[in-house]
């Protein structure tokens, strides 16, 4: 499709209006076999407010006792920065490459193949550790209304019903996150709106102001609080790069991936930081309901907010508004989880029969896979759903940080190589905004949280705690040692990396290329249409 060397030996990058393949412009992806079915107020939608599930609005109770109001902000505000960083380094790189598993690929393209598949498999335990535990908080929230089907029975009717949902493709799955979405924003309008109102004392006349922030104070056990709240907040931020995993299932990834990787800053300022700052605003690190809470909703601290209101009975509206983000936060770990699985089948990194799809573009052997792994939920059975969770997320919060250090390290190398075979970063549909210092830190932060995020098991010793935190740091070099000794890889030069391979158009320009309107026969509303 793409030349890469021109007489003289040089590689080139002939302009993007001058190369045609039919093979972009199908509505199934030939490389991988998915349908390109997702629209791009889907992706868009997908970056703003996707796979917002419980942890935000349940583990924040636990962030918020164990480090306080300023950890919180603090915690939220470090990782948001990072969670930018990187969505510039991964916009970067997927629209260019918006085919075939995401960064997983990429990583094995500029890196090393065995790199790539340490990435893949640390990139799946974070979405099924998740699925895990948006399975553990559905499951309570039912049984808080209704404990007559036992834990075990609402979860084969929820895996069922996932399942199901989850054969009816692509296109299915972006609409009804759209809706969802809109419905997790809305909801966190209206609880913003209630804290104002509430702190300046126009539900009971109490005003409460910043009361919390100085009883019982803005910080819980120090520096130890504050680190134990970057893991909770890593496992929050889990998701935003997401959007790259869907890009091969995007009709027009040039014009989607960009505007999702904008959409994120949104997401960081109105979502996390604007939860942080309220649930600390509204709520008293030292709340009795954080830790000793009967039900799902008693950990959250909008629920703790209402009670204070004076409203005693909206444990069940947050139970309502947590069940509908556990909707959301589900369908989309099984998603990324399956396409995590189902890139890695079809690049041997993973059993081969995870690889294939039917003939609508649904990958079925890696849906059922993936979901099966939801049943680690269950160990809420023999452990308690709030022990569970902290398992879950340890495992998943370091695992966050590993990833997202993998995508830093992969756009170096990246970059790296498309200067070393002379392009210019004029020759990218999107640039990174501040590289090579954005990619840099967005590495060395990722490194630093990874060692820091289970300080808070070193005193006093907790030896269980330190290996969930722990465990996966060497297993990631493991899996790459492993498979490179096994299969022999070998980390690529510059000058060998590949980088004209899954490079494709929009979907929907084949009927402009057919009607000739690509050039200045365009309509001036689609004119206008495109430079938005």
Wanted: charged residues 15%; proline residues 5%; glycine residues 10%.
């Amino acid at each position: 499709m793409y030349s890469s060397k021109d007489p003289d030996n040089r590689p080139i990058t002939p302009p993007d209006e001058y190369v045609v393949d039919q093979d972009d412009f199908q509505s199934i992806d030939p490389e991988s076999g998915v349908r390109r079915g997702l629209k791009t107020r889907h992706l868009s939608m997908m970056a703003l407010a996707g796979i917002i599930g419980p942890g935000l609005l349940v583990g924040s109770g636990s962030a918020l006792s164990g480090g306080g109001p300023a950890s919180l902000l603090i915690g939220f505000g470090i990782v948001g920065i990072i969670a930018f960083s990187i969505m510039q380094s991964l916009g970067e790189i997927t629209t260019l490459y918006p085919s075939g598993g995401a960064f997983t690929q990429l990583a094995s393209r500029m890196v090393d193949p065995a790199f790539g598949v340490a990435v893949g498999w640390n990139y799946f335990i974070i979405w099924f550790t998740v699925l895990a535990n948006e399975y553990n908080a559905t499951t309570n929230i039912l049984v808080f209304w209704s404990d007559k089907v036992p834990v075990w029975g609402y979860f084969l009717i929820l895996w069922t019903a996932f399942l199901a949902f989850q054969f009816c493709g692509v296109t299915t799955f972006g609409e009804a996150e759209f809706w969802l979405a809109l419905v997790k924003l809305a909801g966190l309008v209206a609880f913003y709106l209630f804290s104002i109102v509430y702190v300046a004392g126009g539900v009971n006349g109490d005003v409460v102001g910043f009361r919390y922030w100085h009883d019982p104070g803005p910080f819980v056990s120090g520096f130890r609080g504050v680190a134990q709240v970057f893991v909770f907040c890593s496992t929050f931020y889990a998701g935003c790069e997401s959007v790259a995993v869907a890009a091969t299932e995007t009709k027009n990834p040039r014009v989607a991936v960009p505007l999702a990787i904008r959409q994120v800053f949104w997401r960081i300022i109105f979502v996390y930081m604007g939860a942080a700052f309220f649930f600390g605003l509204t709520c008293p690190s030292n709340a009795s309901q954080l830790v000793n809470g009967s039900s799902r909703a008693l950990l959250s601290p909008m629920t703790v907010a209402l009670q204070n209101a004076g409203w005693q009975g909206g444990v069940h509206l947050i139970n309502a508004f947590i069940l509908i983000t556990c909707i959301s936060a589900i369908n989309s770990s099984i998603y990324i989880a399956s396409r995590t699985l189902l890139f890695m089948g079809q690049q041997k990194m993973a059993p081969a029969f995870l690889g294939w799809t039917d003939k609508r573009g649904v990958p079925i052997p890696a849906i059922v896979t993936a979901n099966a792994f939801g049943a680690v939920s269950m160990m809420n059975v023999s452990t308690g759903a709030s022990k569970a969770y902290q398992y879950i997320v340890n495992l998943s919060g370091v695992s966050t940080f590993l990833v997202w250090g993998s995508i830093s390290f992969t756009h170096i190398r990246f970059r790296q190589a498309w200067k070393a075979q002379g392009y210019t970063d004029k020759d990218l549909p999107f640039v990174s905004l501040w590289y090579p210092w954005n990619a840099y830190f967005g590495l060395g932060a990722n490194i630093f949280l990874a060692f820091v995020q289970g300080w808070s098991y070193f005193s006093p010793w907790d030896v269980a705690g330190f290996v969930d935190a722990y465990i996966l740091l060497p297993l990631f070099f493991i899996i790459y040692f492993g498979y490179k000794i096994v299969f022999k890889t070998r980390y690529w030069r510059s000058e060998e990396v590949d980088l004209q391979s899954g490079r494709r158009r929009d979907l929907e320009e084949a009927e402009e290329m057919v009607n000739g309107e690509l050039g200045g026969a365009q309509p001036w509303w689609r004119r206008v249409l495109r430079s938005i």
